[in-house]
């Protein structure tokens, strides 16, 4: 399986043929060529740093198929799919299992909005703006490494609770964090955080 990075949490799958990306925001229309041929679309949640809504019917319109929760599929004109916690899918042979889980506080304390994640062949789970999951756990995880109401310590620990083996940071394009001094700081408790980083520069791939 193939993930090449873009944009903030922006991630291109692809495996066996089939080709998924995960919360394009608008910061990908210029990008758009570089994704080929899309068989889904799949959108975390609603805020402008994960979705566009004309993107997102854009897609949808040359017969993408668009996934998105209850409260981010209203926001799509157009045919999309709404999606929910514990459902299933099988896009071109990647298994895919949706899992909703909280966003992150907002800066004044207020809750988010509805949060889903999506874990993909079992192996690689992006949470969009989620920070904890209990009774969870992943060899490959997408880490938001920063936001309105995630620490360092937070995503830490959030890579620590689900057991990740691996770790590739998302969600810092926006605030600027440096991906590269999260590693270092990762490596000075190489007993608890025993997690390998993947900084992956934007249109850079890993192969897991």
């Not at 209203?74 to 909703?100: A, F, P």
């Not at 689900?162 to 605030?175: G, N, T």
């Not at 964090?177 to 007993?191: I, K, M």
């Amino acid at each position: 399986m193939k993930v090449t990075r873009y944009n903030q949490s922006c991630l291109l799958i692809e495996d066996n043929g089939a080709r998924i990306l995960i919360d394009p925001s608008g910061q990908e229309k210029e990008r758009l060529g570089e994704f080929g041929q899309l068989d889904a679309v799949l959108y975390t949640h609603e805020h402008s740093d994960h979705f566009e809504a004309e993107m997102a019917a854009g897609f949808a319109k040359q017969g993408i198929t668009v996934y998105a929760n209850a409260s981010t599929a209203k926001k799509i004109d157009g045919d999309k799919t709404e999606v929910s916690d514990g459902q299933e899918l099988d896009i071109k042979g990647l298994k895919i299992k949706v899992i909703q889980l909280p966003h992150c506080l907002m800066p004044n304390g207020s809750e988010g909005p509805q949060n889903v994640g999506y874990l993909i062949n079992e192996k690689l789970f992006h949470p969009g703006d989620g920070k904890e999951l209990a009774d969870f756990s992943v060899d490959y995880l997408a880490l938001p490494i920063t936001g309105p109401d995630v620490s360092m310590k937070d995503s830490f620990m959030f890579a620590k609770q689900v057991s990740a083996k691996d770790v590739i940071p998302i969600h810092y394009d926006k605030i600027g964090a440096n991906p590269d001094v999260y590693a270092t700081f990762a490596g000075f408790f190489p007993d608890e955080f025993k997690y390998k980083f993947h900084v992956l520069a934007e249109g850079q791939s890993l192969d897991i």
